[in-house]
């Protein structure tokens, strides 16, 4: 699997699991708008084949070197970002993984078979764009652990996929701005997560960062039941020059922080 089939694979699926990204897209292109995508998003459990350390493994089969690693205390997460050494241009990635032995026994126990399903599957880039590794969990063990970590209970549901593709607002040509293009969206009649603020970061961090609210899917539980749970959003990232007069190419941790709350139920 090539870079380009990659992220046309990530793109296939994520585009059915969130209709506004589609919207969105179509709302740009009719102000003739060529949209540029900045980065997307993957999350992934420590202790399994698709760690932090097997992921980037594959990344690098792509053209793909570390940028930096972060550390959400709070979130129980860890997190590394990627850039293409070939093509400078290609969308960054950003990594996490939800740290084991933190959340209750019983939680923990929902994540092992999980974790079963993600070490038994190929190591393979077309396994990062699949979803699903394990047979789905029950609605009460969702509930479980969303109560204690918002992302172990989207990541029991989905899998491993991207949560979040991302606009360069700096490539757009009809806004000045991430304060332009946030007025649009909510004219559009999106939601923007507001953990945060709005507008996360600044210029002074050298990056500006917002992002709708995941979209609502129906999905059919282990159990039977059937269940609107938020799915994926979209992200909208304007960078900053830094010293050198250079894009800043990195991600910053408390901006972060809050994009990841866009998936959450209480949104």
């Known amino acids: 699997m090539d870079r ?27 102000r003739g708008e060529s ?26 089969t792509l053209g793909y070197q570390r940028l930096e690693q972060y550390v ?5 997460l860890d997190a590394r970002s990627y850039q293409c050494v070939a093509e400078t241009d290609a ?14 026994n019983a939680a923990e126990a929902i994540l092992d078979s999980c974790a079963a399903g993600l070490t038994n599957a190929p190591v393979t880039l077309e396994t990062l764009t699949a979803g699903v590794c394990w047979p789905p969990v029950a609605y009460a063990s969702f509930q479980l652990l ?27 040509k009809t806004f000045h701005g991430l304060t332009e293009v946030n007025a649009w969206i909510r004219d559009s009649g999106f939601s923007l997560n507001q953990s945060g603020g709005e507008i996360k970061g600044s210029a002074e961090v050298l990056l500006a960062q917002s992002a ?13 039941e059937t269940h609107r749970i938020p799915s994926c959003f979209y992200e909208f990232a304007e960078r900053f020059p830094d010293a050198s007069g250079a894009l800043f190419q990195g991600f910053v941790t408390a901006n972060a922080n809050h994009i990841f709350d866009s998936t959450n139920r209480r949104q």
């Not at 959400?72 to 129980?76: R, T």
């Not at 990541?155 to 757009?172: D, E, I, K, P, R």
């Not at 709708?212 to 039977?224: L, P, R």
């Open 72 to 76: 959400f205390p709070d979130k129980h």
């Open 146 to 172: 969303a109560s204690e970590s918002e992302y172990a209970g989207w990541l029991s549901a989905w899998g491993l996929q991207a949560n979040h593709f991302t606009v360069s607002v700096n490539h757009l």
């Open 4 to 30: 380009s089939t990659f992220f046309d694979a990530l793109w296939a699926r994520y585009r059915q699991l969130t209709p506004q990204a589609d919207a969105i897209q179509a709302g740009l292109q009719a």
């Open 35 to 60: 949209v540029r995508n900045d980065h997307i998003a993957l999350r992934s459990l420590a202790g399994t084949s698709f760690d932090l350390d097997g992921i980037e493994g594959l990344l690098t």
């Open 212 to 224: 709708t609210v995941a979209d609502q899917f129906d999905y059919q539980f282990g159990c039977g």
């Open 91 to 104: 969308p960054k990635i950003f990594v996490s993984t939800l740290r084991r032995g933190v959340l209750s």
